[in-house]
């Protein structure tokens, strides 16, 4: 039979000599990591729960005062699963139409499926102000909301009874989503590109990095190809996960352009390729850990730009998550600490500050605003308008005379 205090006692044992083990200072950074067990383990016998356990690994790993020192996972009992549905839109009560009005529709990638609003698909065709009375037939209320009419129905056919602004009612079929992370995701970066796009006239591009893996290197060469058309170009690094493709993306960044191939047909193209014809500005904040701390002090250290914002995470010491415990849980050891040439290893545990700091604030959220982008578009704009950036005049061309001694006919 298994015995859950004797199990525990084994995985903190183990635990423990992970770390002893794999940290990534043999002194475990001045921490006497024989007394740190001393200290944690009677506290075992107190232990009465899988999420005590976990609380008490978390603080007896916690001594080391490090980032990336994490316990997941291990054996709980599966809660309940309340898979809600949901339709990619925002609503908000009309008392007098008694229903909910439609007063956003995100917009994602309608070319993939799960990644657009349902309210998007053809044959829906909603509207915003359009009125939404019942789904599957179900009256809505004040009390009965779309968030309790789509318990359980994630990932299901549903039908929608809508009303238009001319008073018009009909029902339609479409599929509710299981999860709109993603698509709202893809509608924020939108927003964010339109905006910066009105506020210069076209002038300047945007592009986000939600993390330093397989997705932000997509996302980022999704926006960048497109994005260095314009003569300059905001990188976001908000709430970026962190990774490991930071170099890979520093090193497009970074490109000065050199010259261009001038053809006689067509536009010249810059050389180096994909390369930004003017200013570079990167904006940062507290969310922005690991790699995400990495390419936000690189930024800065390889004078791409202006980095603005907020002092990042902090949290730059790597991990290979490879060692579980007898009840699947996971605990990661601290492995591959960063030193930087002009801070050493001063990110860890501090961040990187930006140069220019900026808050965003709770009430700029709830107002719709986003004082961190708009410095970002300020700083661009005062750097293009003291040096603007515009291709070269290729004129004169070369004219080459013939060579002496060739007659002319």
Known sequence: AVVPTREWQQMYREAWRLQREFFWSADM????????????????????TRSEFSDLMWEMQGELGTSHCYEFG???????????????????????AQGYRIVRILQGDPWLEDADSPLNEPGVNAQVGEVLLAINGRRLSQVFTPGEAL??????????TLRNANGETRTVLT?????????????????NREYVHAKTNGQVGYVHIPDMGSWGFSEFHRGYLAEIARPALIVDVRANGGGIVSP????????????????????????????????IVAITDERAGSDGDMFSHAFKLMKIGVLIGKRTWGGVIGIWPKSVFVDQGLTTQPEYAFW?????????????????EVDYAPQDYAAGRDPQLDCAIAEIL????????????????????LPSGLSKR
């Open 151 to 160: 318990l359980h129905l994630a990932g299901t056919p549903v039908e929608l």
């Open 29 to 48: 950074s001045g921490v006497d990591w024989q007394k740190v067990y001393d200290r944690y383990y009677p506290l075992l016998e107190r232990v009465a």
């Open 340 to 356: 930087f040439y002009d801070v050493g290893w001063s990110v860890e545990n501090y961040g990187t500050d930006p140069d220019i």
């Open 248 to 279: 890979l993306l520093l090193e497009k960044l970074a490109r000065k352009r050199l010259g261009y191939d001038v053809p006689r047909w067509g536009k010249p193209v810059p050389y180096p390729y994909d390369s930004v014809m003017g200013p």
């Open 175 to 191: 599929k509710t989503l299981s999860d709109e992370s993603r698509l709202r995701y893809r509608d924020w970066v939108r927003r």
């Open 382 to 401: 005062k750097q293009m308008e003291a040096n603007p950036p515009r291709l070269p005049d290729f004129e004169p061309r070369p004219k080459l005379p």
């Open 74 to 96: 291990g054996d709980y009992r599966q809660p309940p699963q309340y898979s809600v549905g949901f339709l990619g839109a925002e609503f908000e009560w009309d008392e007098a």
